[in-house]
């Protein structure tokens, strides 16, 4: 794709801050940000049900992060981009945002959730149905402030659920026994083994490089897993994926998910100790510091 064919959308503050800020956020909120255990709750807009979408954050987080690391009208990313979280979250922030996928699905709920911004958003949010690994001729160079995804978590989804973490009968749900792969396109990081991941993840944001400010933000959304039987530390893939890429690890944020998680069911009890990974998971800060 020429220059010409970058997808047309601003990038540009809208707001007064200073030159040096990192974004509007006030100082109050800046603090709470410094605590690295956060905490959401859904609201009504949020995608539950898993038969549209087998994997969504809540739209209070992506705000969070927005709100912390850009100004009014800069451009955010999100280039695994779902059910669209980050652009609706982006649209209640004025900020102007693109979304990849590689599913149309995906993409036209993406689109369909930012269809009606309110009069008081200045900026676009677009969904686009492309290979993440396309985003460098899609987007102008340096023009992006901030990137926020939850990728594909490498090979997660693509076995039949078990729901081993629900407490006795609960396990029997709609989910149970179902495979909530996103697809099984050869492209998708969720058909991958960790190991395949980390290098597709770091090639990926390798390529995607160049479209990034000086200085920017990337923020990624994990958790671990366990995959036939074994702990996989995912968010040390992505650490190594991104280190290996080019990019600064800065910061790790917890999310605590204790508010959104009920009647959990004994697991290992009295002879393997295993930490619950429904509880928790894990937002990565990494910065560009030489585009």
Known sequence: MQSSQFIE?????????????????IPRDWMKNQIGV???????RDIR???????????????????????????VLDPFVGSGTTLLAAQDLDRNALGFDLKQEYVDLSNSRVSNPSSDCHCKQIAICDDARNIVNCIAPQTVKLAFTSPPYANILNRERKNKSRRGDLRQNEQFGKVEQYSQDPRDLGTLDADAFEKE??????????????K??????????????????????????????????????????????????????????IT????????????????
């Open 38 to 44: 956060w905490q959401f709750m859904y609201e009504p």
């Open 276 to 291: 619950m990974g429904t509880t928790f998971e894990y937002i990565l800060d990494f910065t560009i510091a030489d585009v």
């Open 49 to 75: 049900d898993k038969n549209v979408h087998p994997a969504t954050f809540p739209i209070a987080m992506a705000k969070r992060v927005i709100e912390q690391f850009t100004h009014r009208g800069e451009l």
């Open 216 to 273: 920017a933000h990337v923020l990624i959304n994990i958790t671990d897993a366990w995959i036939d039987g074994k702990r996989v530390p995912l968010h040390i893939n992505i650490i190594n994926a991104m280190l290996a890429a080019g990019y600064e690890f800065r910061n790790t944020i917890i999310w605590d998910r204790r508010n959104l998680v009920n009647k959990i069911g004994i697991f290992g009890w009295p002879s393997s100790y």
């Open 9 to 25: 959308i601003n990038s540009e503050r809208l707001c007064d801050c200073k030159k040096g800020a990192l974004s509007c956020i």
């Open 201 to 214: 993840i770091s090639e990926i944001f390798r390529i995607m490089k160049p479209v990034f400010q000086e």
